[in-house]
């Protein structure tokens, strides 16, 4: 592997899946649209039509049950639109990539896997879910520590750059206010840029630990993943074909 990344030969290879993935996306989010819509808009619409919301007092049980049946409804057609997406992009896409196929073929091939072994994709979804709220947390607490570090000297310098400019009998003018918003636009780049380098781990990671569960269930993802030796070319040529 040449263990280096470029973008523009990347993109250029890889044109037709990619509008081919943009299409699906644009699909699923239709999908998830008039999904949330129909399973909103038709309860609402008939307990309006019942008059539940005219008189809601006489109406609070089935108003309640309702709201939780929904809710519950709710999260369900999330959650499912949610593990759609991320098998899509852990486990179609690499499929559309390297054999230059839809994302409904890929899915249909992806579903024979699926009913093959139930239960290891079952355990990947719970433990991707599972790493992915405790580096949330964990990532979360350490972007804000890394921020607050970071604009406490700032903030302090800036307060002593106000106070100096003050002494000095500076006023708010065109000059002051463009300067103030270049500084204010180097901060956030600064500290942009540390909120990237802290999240580098988790954005290697995630999708590293997609591939390598992949690439034991698809030979032409493991004959990239892990090369044949020179020598023992045969069985690598076996799988790349």
């Not at 239709?30 to 309006?48: D, E, K, N, T, Y």
């Not at 979804?125 to 599972?130: C, L, Y």
């Not at 002494?167 to 956030?188: D, E, H, K, Q, R």
């Not at 698809?218 to 993943?225: G, K």
Request: proline residues 5%.
């Amino acid at each position: 592997m040449a263990k280096e990344c470029h973008i523009r030969q990347g993109w250029s290879r890889r044109k037709g899946p990619g509008f081919r993935y943009f299409v699906w996306q644009l699909l699923l989010t239709l999908l998830a649209l008039s999904s949330f819509s129909a399973l909103v808009g038709i309860p609402v619409a008939g307990a309006w039509i019942f008059g539940w919301f005219t008189h809601p007092r006489e109406h609070l049980v089935p108003l309640i049950l309702g709201g939780v049946a929904l809710s519950l409804l709710l999260i369900a057609l999330g959650a499912a639109l949610t593990v759609i997406h991320v098998m899509t992009k852990d486990f179609v896409v690499p499929q559309m990539a390297l054999e230059n196929i839809d994302a409904w073929e890929g899915w249909r091939r992806l579903w024979k896997s699926i009913n093959t072994e139930r239960g290891s994709y079952a355990a990947y979804v719970v433990m991707k879910t599972a790493l992915s709220i405790v580096a949330g947390i964990a990532f979360g607490i350490i972007t804000i520590v890394v921020v607050l570090t970071l604009l406490a000297p700032i903030g302090g310098l800036g307060v002593v750059g106000v106070l100096m400019g003050k002494a000095v009998g500076l006023t708010w003018n065109w000059f002051t206010i463009a300067l103030s918003l270049l500084v204010g636009c180097v901060v956030l780049a600064i500290v942009m840029f540390a909120v990237s380098i802290v999240s580098v781990p988790a954005i290697v990671f995630f999708p590293a630990y997609s591939v390598h569960f992949f690439a034991s269930r698809y030979p032409p993802l493991a004959a990239l993943l892990w090369p044949e030796a020179p020598g023992s070319g045969a069985t690598g040529s076996a799988l790349t074909n």
